[in-house]
């Protein structure tokens, strides 16, 4: 194998470019030569590439984000846009290809080997961590921790002025952030797509809290499961408390990366381009008990089960 292409697909999120600059670094060690394809398949379909070296690499391992851009590809979900990509992997001579994304980016590497035997390795990245066959994807550690950096700040002033918070993180389909924000940010409620709720009992237990001398509340509501500002004027409404509503939004998938995700991002990035030079294909590399471990794609486009019921009963059991 003597150039491989790496691009990075879906949405953005930190650990993104500590991944990158490992494969680049590793594939040179070895002796090949590496092209980035920007803007995920936009840039595969597009032919829109550069040249990445060592030096190119050069100190983006402390940034979030992704120095190859980012984006999700209209054409890339019907054959013909596949077929063209596929085209441009062969015309720049790409013996295998690295794909840093989440559930959609591996569905389209799969098909890219299903279909026309591209060799392609994923590597999982999604703040939401719902890619089967990881214990972590990329991102996600930095992601919980921004959110309970802002939720440190939002608990001051709730205890200051003695108000119940509505904040809203993200996870339209997967509840993690939200449940591993609430358990480590210490908050009463959290609120995510995998579980129902009822917002009677909610109140009354901040009712009933707000008798024993509790003056402030914090619920966690994951941006699928319901809107903020919707279970907050319930809440006003059957509570008479004050009630405000915080949307954490995007700040979520920005920030330096954590120690975890930058390691992880080194360890993945590595085991993926020794997965190439071995000829393997068709896979997700991905890490179990700390170890790397590998699964088909096919298999890892299926949602991780969350397991929420143990961390919400200790939720609520530290309420």
């Known amino acids: 194998m003597k150039r491989i292409a790496v691009l990075t697909s879906g949405g953005d999120c930190s650990g993104m470019n500590a991944c990158i600059r490992s494969v680049v670094r590793t594939a040179v060690f070895k002796g090949m030569e590496v092209v980035g394809f920007l803007r995920g398949y936009i840039g595969l379909v597009n032919n829109e590439k550069v040249i990445l070296n060592h030096r190119s690499v050069s100190g983006i391992i402390n940034l979030g984000g992704t120095i190859l851009k980012t984006g999700r590809c209209k054409e890339f979900y019907t054959y013909e846009g596949r077929k063209l990509a596929f085209e441009n992997l062969v015309k720049n001579n790409i013996d295998g290809l690295i794909v840093i994304g ?6 389209g590497a799969h098909l890219l080997c299903k279909e026309f035997g591209a060799k392609v390795i994923g590597i999982p990245a999604t703040i939401d961590n719902d890619i089967l066959g990881t214990d972590l994807s990329l991102g996600a ?48 409620e959290v609120l ?12 009354e237990e901040i ?52 120690s975890t995700d930058r390691i992880l991002g080194a360890r993945m990035g590595n085991f993926a381009v020794e997965l190439l030079v071995k000829g393997y294909s068709d896979i997700a590399v991905g890490i179990e008990h700390l170890n790397l471990r590998t699964i088909s794609l096919e298999e890892a486009t299926q949602k991780r089960p969350l397991y929420e019921d143990e961390y919400y009963k200790l939720i609520k059991i530290l309420t």
């Open 102 to 107: 989440g559930n959609g980016s591996f569905k």
């Open 141 to 188: 550690d930095t992601a919980v921790n921004v959110a309970i950096d802002a939720l440190d700040k939002i608990r001051d002033t709730a205890t200051s002025l003695e108000r119940i918070f509505v904040v809203e993180v993200m996870g339209r389909d997967c509840g993690y952030i939200a449940i591993q924000t609430a358990l480590a940010g210490g908050c009463e």
């Open 192 to 203: 995510i797509p995998e579980r129902d709720f009822d917002i009677i009992k909610i109140c």
């Open 207 to 258: 009712t009933e809290g707000n008798i024993r001398g509790k003056i402030s509340w914090i619920v966690i509501v994951a941006e699928g499961k319901a809107k903020a500002s919707d279970i907050a004027k319930q809440i006003t409404q059957m509570t008479g408390l004050e009630t405000r509503v915080v949307v954490l939004g995007h700040i979520q998938r920005g920030g330096r990366p954590t």
